[in-house]
């Protein structure tokens, strides 16, 4: 009869190149963020749309106040201003940009792309959030 030494199954990481692990979320103490593969190709894709060059051009990710929660993300393309900090998705070649205040509520976050019946578009699964509200873009940390 096999036995366990205490070494659940549920560590089991899968180490083989088929298809793309989900990003990681980086701590949210870290004051980093992490974008998924999909998200980086779809903003690929639509700054090649709108003729922006992923080399001087990024996507500004911010947070605002507002909303019925409190706070509200925003999201534009932009240049790099002197305070940002700059994440890049290398494999991808897009870069995203957040201002100092923004990345305290924004550390730990996964930037993602979905696509769904309900609709598509750009998500932030942030570890921060203490509430939200139905519409999805409002929140408070």
């Known amino acids: 009869m096999p036995h366990d030494?205490?070494?659940g199954?549920?560590?089991?990481?899968?180490?083989?190149?088929?298809?793309?692990?989900?990003?990681?979320a980086p701590?949210?103490?870290?004051?980093?963020?992490?974008?998924?593969?999909?998200?980086?190709?779809?903003?690929?894709?639509?700054?090649?749309?709108?003729?922006?060059?992923?080399?001087?051009?990024?996507?500004?990710?911010?947070?605002?106040?507002?909303?019925?929660?409190?706070m509200s993300y925003f999201m534009d393309f932009d240049e790099k201003r002197d305070d940002d900090k700059v994440f890049t998705h290398e494999a991808v070649?897009?870069?995203?940009?957040?201002?100092?205040?923004?990345?305290?509520h924004l550390s730990g976050s996964i930037l993602d792309y979905a696509e769904g019946l309900m609709g598509s578009g750009f998500s932030i699964k942030n570890p921060n959030v203490k509430s939200s509200c139905g519409c999805g873009s409002s929140f408070s940390t």
């Open 5 to 7: 030494h205490g070494h």
């Open 9 to 24: 199954h549920d560590h089991a990481h899968d180490h083989g190149p088929a298809g793309a692990p989900p990003a990681q």
């Open 27 to 70: 701590s949210r103490f870290s004051g980093q963020i992490a974008i998924s593969d999909k998200a980086a190709e779809k903003l690929k894709d639509l700054m090649l749309a709108e003729k922006k060059d992923p080399a001087t051009v990024g996507l500004r990710l911010g947070v605002q106040g507002g909303g019925c929660s409190g």
């Open 93 to 104: 070649g897009v870069k995203v940009y957040i201002d100092p205040r923004s990345i305290l």
